[in-house]
């Protein structure tokens, strides 16, 4: 299973419903206020995008591929940091 990390402008007027339609993923955690860390099986950067772009034409957003990549962080609760540790 792939894990990207998505990161979109703060000042989006519709974050509300990103953020919802983020956490339909299986597996998901909001590390900051605009950027989720996200695992789907048979997912690409590519099919990640395009749902995210369906959603809304206009969102300005990334997605990265850190699938077992090295990572630091660095004061997030120890939630969402077990929750790292575990999955990516």
Same mark, same amino acid.
């Given at each position: 299973?792939?894990?990207?990390? *998505?990161?979109?402008? %703060?000042?989006? %007027?519709?974050?509300? +419903? *990103?953020? =919802? #339609?983020?956490?339909? +993923? %299986?597996? !998901?955690?909001?590390?900051?206020?605009?950027?989720? @860390?996200?695992? /789907?099986? /048979?997912?690409? *950067?590519?099919? *990640?995008?395009? +749902?995210? =772009?369906?959603?809304?034409?206009?969102?300005? +957003?990334?997605?990265?591929?850190?699938?077992?990549? /090295? !990572?630091?962080? #660095?004061?997030? =609760?120890?939630?969402?940091?077990? !929750?790292?540790? #575990?999955? @990516?």
């Amino acid at each position: 299973m792939k894990t990207f990390l *998505v990161v979109f402008a %703060p000042n989006y %007027p519709r974050i509300a +419903f *990103v953020q =919802r #339609s983020l956490e339909r +993923f %299986p597996t !998901w955690v909001r590390i900051l206020e605009n950027a989720y @860390i996200i695992k /789907g099986e /048979g997912h690409t *950067v590519v099919t *990640v995008r395009d +749902f995210l =772009r369906s959603l809304d034409q206009n969102i300005l +957003f990334s997605v990265f591929d850190i699938t077992r990549q /090295g !990572w630091a962080s #660095s004061n997030f =609760r120890a939630d969402i940091a077990d !929750w790292m540790v #575990s999955n @990516i």
